[in-house]
């Protein structure tokens, strides 16, 4: 059993065509990226009865002919007259790093021409590495064809999200396309897609949007996931139109009750990552409508070069789905744009929050050191009081100690005499002490200096 399972890891792990460099890279395992396993052979008809045709074939022996061929194989059901093909795709889907297949759909030499202009690798197509800006390329081709190069990053950064490179012949209505694609997700995405839109998935330019598109999908739920935690923090920190001024009253949140709200602490966090979110999604804005300007200007193109009317619908739908794309794209990236200056000045306005919060607790600690102090402040007159009295008697105390309180006498009959040597002791006592309080007082007024 052991070593079946073995068995089955290797052979999986022979399919795998993404290095493990690019895939830690990425922080994604191996297994997520497409494989060998996950080539397709794609071929696609519009028939002059208005239907279409979409099916998977089995790998050709001669890979090139089958791509420049607009011959598919009929559906045998069908009455021959109402099946007749006017345009044809043939797509062969191939991971990333794929070398058992034809480099591309082009002439021979044709794209290492524009390679070389462009200072791109000799594997440029089919690296995982993007090695350039998200961008389309057009291909230079004789007899009336035409070509172009389209390759993206995945998750904004030099990883090839997908590759489509395409041969278009407006007189055959015939297009020859190789896709190399990332994840198996976006396969079968795409695949998904491709179903759904099979009567027009034919024309390259077309092909090229559904790529795109499965990134602009996504737009709509990301912005509202970052207006939902806006809504949430602006709801913490009181600032929500809900607690606007009314001319009843106010009814906003105090900055008590804000400090006191148990998310408050982590909404700086939370507003910094949906800041970073609206940067990251809005920097990848551009490189789309790029995308968007270079297909509408093969379109255009194409579109010059072609005169079958049959392809006309089709023509009208593309032109009106591009300038949808670039709509979406445009609202989606002023969302964006917006969403982070909101982001930014409820970040400022928790700043200070937390500001205010540390000032009223400074404010406090104030408050009550000032009552400490006010509080030594009396104690430490009592102690002055207590210290006073002490230095008045301790010189009297300490003579009559010396003389051993001879100056009293007390006779049989209760009588007391003082004695008449009591002018020494007063002459002794005042004296000493005047002295130790003016040592005092000296020492107690030096304290005072040396702290002020």
């Not at 009253?249 to 709200?261: F, K, L, M, V």
């Not at 910094?272 to 809005?282: E, L, Q």
């Not at 023509?315 to 744009?337: C, D, H, P, V």
Request: proline share 4%; net charge positive; with cysteine.
């Amino acid at each position: 059993m052991y070593e079946m399972a073995s068995l089955e890891a290797s052979a999986s792990s022979d399919l795998i065509t993404v290095t493990e460099k690019a895939a830690n890279y990425c922080n994604k395992k191996r297994e997520v990226f497409a494989d060998r396993g996950d080539v397709t052979y794609i071929e696609i008809a519009s028939y002059t009865d208005g239907t279409s045709s979409k099916s998977e074939s089995a790998r050709p022996a001669d890979i090139p002919n089958w791509l420049a061929s607009n011959t598919i194989q009929k559906d045998s059901s069908s009455p021959p007259c109402m099946r007749t093909s006017t345009k044809t795709l043939k797509l062969l889907i191939v991971p990333l790093n794929y070398k058992e297949s034809p480099y591309s759909p082009f002439p021979d030499g044709a794209f290492e021409a524009v390679a070389k202009s462009h200072n791109l690798n000799k594997d440029y197509l089919s690296s995982e590495w993007l090695d350039s800006p998200s961008i389309g390329l057009e291909v230079p081709l004789q007899a009336g064809l035409s070509g172009f190069v389209v390759k993206a990053a995945k998750w904004n950064d030099n990883i090839t999200h997908f590759c489509l490179s395409s041969v278009f012949d407006p007189s055959s209505m015939h297009s020859s396309c190789i896709l190399r694609i990332a994840t198996k997700k976006d396969l079968q995405n795409f695949k998904t897609r491709l179903d759904d839109v099979q009567e027009f998935a034919w024309y390259s330019c077309f092909l090229a949007t559904l790529l795109i598109d499965e990134r602009l999908k996504k737009l709509p739920d990301e912005t509202n996931n970052m207006r939902k935690g806006l809504y949430k923090i602006e709801m913490t920190t009181g600032t929500h139109k809900k607690f606007q001024h009314r001319e009843n009253g106010s009814i906003g949140r105090t900055a008590e009750e804000a400090w006191g709200d148990t998310k408050f602490l982590s909404a700086p966090a939370e507003l910094t990552s949906i800041a970073s979110d609206c940067i990251k999604r809005g920097f990848s804005c551009p490189s789309r409508r790029r995308f968007v300007a270079f297909l509408e200007g093969e379109h255009e193109a194409n579109m010059r070069k072609c005169s079958n009317k049959d392809a006309d619908s089709t023509f009208r739908i593309l032109t009106q789905k591009l300038g949808f794309m670039r709509a979406w794209i445009e609202e989606s990236e002023s969302r964006f744009l917006y969403l982070g200056k909101r982001a930014e000045v409820q970040t400022q306005m928790c700043l200070s929050l937390m500001g205010q919060r540390d000032s009223a607790d400074i404010k406090k600690l104030s408050d009550a050191s000032l009552a400490i102090s006010r509080t030594s402040r009396g104690d430490s007159a009592n102690m002055h009081t207590i210290a006073l009295i002490g230095l008045l008697f301790l010189p009297g105390n300490l003579i009559a100690s010396v003389f051993s309180t001879g100056f009293f006498s007390f006779q049989g009959n209760d009588a007391m005499v003082v004695s008449s040597k009591i002018w020494l002791y007063v002459a002794i006592v005042v004296p000493l002490t005047a002295l130790v309080l003016l040592v005092w007082y000296l020492r107690v007024y030096k304290q005072r200096r040396e702290v002020l």
